[in-house]
């Protein structure tokens, strides 16, 4: 039994209840993430896997512009 019940076949997107796809026989996956939890067992797992407390991911997050450059841009864009 899947984990979700809603399913969306990788080949054709075809939506479903079942695991494998009743229209093309092809492999379906949960249609949405699972849901979030603030009592996630798992947090600190996920946060060493992806090395989350280092200045390397950090840098590579985008930044956002300065509020007064957006400002200063929607005025312009009028």
Known sequence: MA???LQQCV????WTLLRDCPHCDG???AA???KWSPEDQRAS???KMYNI????????LPEL??????RKNRSEEE
């Open 3 to 5: 984990r979700q019940l």
């Open 11 to 14: 080949q054709c997107k075809a």
């Open 27 to 29: 492999t379906a996956n």
């Open 32 to 34: 949405a993430p699972m």
């Open 45 to 47: 797992i996920r946060r």
């Open 53 to 60: 407390e280092s200045e390397d991911w950090l840098n590579s």
């Open 65 to 70: 512009e300065k509020i007064s450059e957006t």
